[in-house]
């Protein structure tokens, strides 16, 4: 009968076996590999004397370097926002229908993103030689409102401020510009089929969705703003950078004291990094259907799961 | 259902209409718009729309050439006809989305993006035209939603700032909110208000753009191939929240391909073909026996055989 000769595979039940996942060797290979140089690295940090780390604990959080970072902290700032503003109002420019604005926004960014940042520096500071008053009145005509020397005008302040800003203008202009591109023309179609007017469609429709394609490079530049203001340093501008110089002159402790700035920047960078991470969350809101766990979230997911597995099958 | 204005007022000041009938479909005369904003307009005219001899060309191609067409109000218009013909250009210059090059279009006797000043037609500023959107609702084929905004707040987006402070459709925050939910449900969709658009089926997300759409209480409703981008069996869902808007007293203008919900549904049907008017007129006239060879051609290589008994 027909029963004999089928070689019956039998309808096997696996409910009872455990789940092995599959086995990654080379995987444990590279880890051991990069463990190793890490540690040679930590090794060699800690114990080769000439990185002084007494010195470096010593000036870390000393007075003048803290001033010094506070100094930083607000070069970046200030130019960072007035940068991100002024090349807001850019990338509007460059997007208009007027010529005229188009080629302005243009000129401004091929002039600033084309001469260093060190010659428009030097260049403000030393206006005074170029334009010896600034004055404010009507043009082709004698009117004055006000006028002032443009020495006590520029400082050494002013001009950092200016020269990072304007030259911060000119590259966020061009991501602002990328980043409102990438949004759909039909969210713009929509929004004006609906009779929602042109700023709060700026503001509530385009950007929200631009966001996703700015902050990303808009993080980069900040946080190159945060190291890039140690070029004030030609300015005799006491910011952090200026300050260690200042010190390792004096007492020629010169490694450790970059450490020292070395290591404030990699501080601010981190925390840029985590502010980052959250900043850009919040703007996927929507655009991804389940937003990914928080490093946070998955942690705790991590114990939770591993107690639970653990409990259930202990070895 | 006629195709013309029936109740024609004594002409004020009519704008001179740019071409003469050559150009317009025989059915409809260029003299089909109604005079301009006349300030006794009868109460229940309430979303008419005339559309008088308008062209349209994308630089040297001529995409509408003398379109005249008048809607009655609460009327379901379905506009048919092959790619490229013109039906979504046409469509879109209702709500001035796209501008005219000549002709002209008015709703309830106002023109749409111009005023008369003298002899002339005038474009309006665009806060003004953005004033007469909000009269009109528009549903697109990619549905358009706003990503990165609820459902609910898709919905109640416009109501909140698109209304003038005076406009008696002006609501509280809170007023807006329950209305917007209030649509929802209507588009039975109440317990996804708080989901993001791409946490929604196309079908559900057509029905919040629907719901998007009437927030405003529009006279006219614009569809645009409204189930095109959808999969076979969530079209139904679509279709079934407009056949009920149908029967709501607001004009419905309506592109589509789904020639069984035209039959349905249409009190007219129009068949556009190269930029032109080719016939209009009932879905019967239409469907089973129509006039021009061009309808005739079309609809045989469009409608199933067992539909087309
Ligand atoms: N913005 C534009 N620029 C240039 N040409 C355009 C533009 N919009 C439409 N056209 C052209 O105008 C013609 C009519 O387009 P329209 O979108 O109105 O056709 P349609 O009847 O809606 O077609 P479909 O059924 O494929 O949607 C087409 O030839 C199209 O290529
Ligand atoms: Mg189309």
Redesign the interface.
Known sequence: MSTITAPAVPAADYSDYTLVPARHPWRWVGTVVVALGVAAVAWSLATNPRWEWGVVAQWFTAQSVVSGLVETLKLTAISGVLGFVLGFILALMRLSASPLLVSVSWTFSWIFRSTPLLVQMLLWYNLGYLYEKISLGIPFTDVRFFEVQTTTLISQFAAAVLGLTLNQAAYSAEIIRGGILSV?Q??L??????????W?RST??VL??AMRAILPNAFNEIIGLVKGTSIVYVLAYSELFYTVQVIYNRTQQVLPLLLVATLWYVVITSVLSVFQYYIERH?A?????TLPLTPLQKARKFFATHAVTNARSPR | MSTTVTPKQPTTAEPASAAGPAAASATFPAAAASAPAAPGAPAASRGQVDISTVRKSFGATEVLKGVSLSVPPGGVTVIVGPSGSGKSTLLRTI?H?EKVDGGYITIDGRLVGYQVRGTKLHELR??DI?????D???V?Q?F???????ALENVA??PL???RPGDPRRRTTAEVRARALELLDRVSLKDRADA????LSGGQQQRVAIA??LA?DPKILLFDEPTSALDPELVNEVLDVIRELATSGTTLIIVTHEMGFARDVADTVVFMDQGQIVESGTPQDIFTNPREERTRSFFSKVIEPAFNI
Not at chain 2, 144 to 150: A, D, I, K, R
Not at chain 2, 196 to 199: E, G, I, K, L, S
């Open positions: 759909d039909g969210q179609e929509a929004a004006a089929a609906l009779g929602i007017p042109a709060r509530r429709i929200p969705q703007y809101k929507g655009a991804l259907r | 709500n989305l665009e806060k953005l004033q007469q959107r909000t009109i609702g528009m697109f990619n358009n939603l706003f990503p990165h905004l609820t987006e416009a700032v698109a209304l993001y658009p791409r946490q998007r759409a405003l």
